[in-house]
């Protein structure tokens, strides 16, 4: 229960990237012994969402980008073979997926960016239920879960108008590809969801200024033409 709860709070950013993590107050928190925060501590250690300091401070790790292009090209490959499984394998429910997109999209107008995540999980989770791979599934449902802090942090915060249009046009064309059994439309469909979040992803970790500024006092200001 509290490794659940931690993971939890950790992965959905109600405890921060950095934040230290004291044993007596999460004991008193959760209403158990210091035995089973440690339990808890050592295996989310062992998942990389915490760290232990060589002065015995514990802290939610920071987010780590150095490997993003692996984690990346592992999720495409992952993605691709799950929902062309899931669309050959058929079974997926017309209502089911239809209320997913609906949600998923009422969620993000409404700027409900969890509700909103969570709706896309959901369906992805079925998906991977549909695909009936077993190793499939649990290797995409664990990189799902990978991404959702720097998906919270710098997909959906910045999405505009017409970017939240297009998340929501992606995901429904990954919906109806699968409903359909159409495999090669499914595998080109999620390919180009994945694509289109790590587009803005990487727009958001740019920088804020312009990239053009004059050493003139009496010049433009920085970001002007």
């Excluded at 210091?34 to 998942?47: D, S, V």
């Excluded at 090209?73 to 079974?91: K, P, Q």
């Excluded at 710098?154 to 429904?172: C, E, S, T, V």
Aim: hydrophobic share 45%.
């Amino acid at each position: 229960m509290v490794h659940e709860r931690l993971r939890d709070a950790i992965q959905w950013l109600r405890i921060e990237p950095g934040t230290a993590l004291d044993e007596v107050a999460l004991a008193k928190e959760y209403e158990v012994s210091r035995t089973p925060i440690r339990e808890a501590l050592l295996l989310l250690a062992n998942e990389g969402f915490v760290q232990f300091l060589q002065n015995r401070t514990t802290i939610v790790a920071p987010l780590s980008l150095h490997n993003q292009a692996a984690f990346l090209d592992t999720f495409i490959l992952l993605s691709r073979g799950l929902v062309r499984a899931a669309a050959l394998n058929g079974g997926a429910d017309r209502k089911e997926f239809d209320a997913f997109v609906k949600a998923y999209g009422a969620k993000l107008e409404e700027g409900d960016l969890e509700a909103a995540f969570r709706a896309q999980l959901d369906l992805y989770r079925r998906v991977a239920t549909l695909a009936d791979n077993r190793f499939l599934e649990k290797y995409f449902v664990e990189a799902q879960d990978a991404s959702v802090r720097i998906k919270l942090l710098y997909f959906f915060p910045h999405l505009d108008a017409a970017g939240r249009a297009k998340a929501i046009d992606h995901l429904a064309k990954v919906a109806d590809a699968i409903v359909t059994g159409d495999a090669e439309g499914a595998d080109a469909a999620v390919s180009r969801a994945i694509l289109f979040e790590l587009e803005v992803i990487q727009r958001g970790l740019g920088p804020r200024f312009g990239h053009r500024m004059s050493l003139d006092p009496g010049g433009p200001e920085a970001g002007d033409d």
